[in-house]
């Protein structure tokens, strides 16, 4: 069973910078796109970044210049930066996977991690 688990969520003051990273795990053959999303209490889960294997990226509206994606084999981080309160979620990485042994990509996310910015 593949697996994806995030980690470097915490609480900083707005202004500041913290840096997200998800490790895939398990029987994995190949991995198409990754990416992460958020979900604020109360809100719909919105796109946060994408990356393709070719390392193209995508990017949601409101963090556009101040958070980067990138990618290694089969990590991937989030540098976010100028933090604001409105960045309080739950992030979640996200990626297709080919199983070992399987015909077709699952779509798997992880259990989330939590980001608290305060004012």
């Known amino acids: 069973q593949e697996q994806l688990v995030e980690s470097g969520g915490g609480l900083v003051q707005a202004g500041g910078s913290l840096r997200l990273s998800c490790r895939a795990s398990?029987?994995?053959?190949?991995?198409?796109?990754m990416g992460w999303y958020r979900q604020a209490a109360g809100k719909q889960r919105e796109l946060v970044a994408t990356?393709?294997?070719?390392?193209s990226t995508n990017y949601g509206d409101s963090v556009k210049g101040r958070f980067t994606i990138s990618r290694d084999n089969a990590n991937i981080f989030l540098q976010m930066n100028s933090l604001k309160p409105d960045d309080t979620a739950v992030y979640y990485c996200?990626?297709?996977?080919?199983?070992?042994?399987?015909?077709?990509?699952?779509?798997?996310w992880g259990q989330g991690t939590q980001v608290t910015v305060f004012s």
């Open positions: 996200n990626a297709e996977i080919l199983g070992a042994g399987t015909d077709y990509y699952d779509d798997v």
């Open positions: 398990g029987s994995i053959f190949s991995i198409n796109g």
């Open positions: 990356i393709t294997t070719g390392g």
